[in-house]
């Protein structure tokens, strides 16, 4: 065979395994590290060194905080977000419906798939979604979430 794989004698305890807990890293010892320190190979961590790279990892590819004086990585410092409460206020062709316009579309319609579909009944001339509608905002405001939901519309994510 002609592969460049190295080839090792099977002889027990010929490489025995310890760990060096000062820098976390596995040591082998024995003639299989001496082969692979000559063939310049590297190190790989032991398995219970993975999740703690992992960590450090998912913190040095996040986002600069605003908070950059705090140590550590604080994934779970934030808000959960709401999809709903968060783009309600921009389903209208005018400025962004107010907090208490939000909370009474929400009320009536659970997701935005269901404000679309109320906007869409009362605009092919459903009496009891725009009653809906009119209800839960002023008629100005309904008729904003109705022509936002006429045209053509996409969310980019």
Known sequence: M???TPRFPHRENSSPRHVDLRDGSPQVGGAADQILQAQGAK???APSALPRIFSQQQCQHQAPSHRSTQAGCHQHDQEPKNA???ILPYCTTEPPLTQEQVIAL???AGSVKELALLALGALAGD???METLNAAVESTAANNII???TGEWEVDG
């Open 2 to 4: 002609d592969d460049h």
């Open 43 to 45: 190190r790989v961590p």
């Open 84 to 86: 709903v409460t968060d």
């Open 106 to 108: 929400s009320d009536v």
């Open 127 to 129: 009496r009891a979604s």
């Open 147 to 149: 022509d936002f939901f």
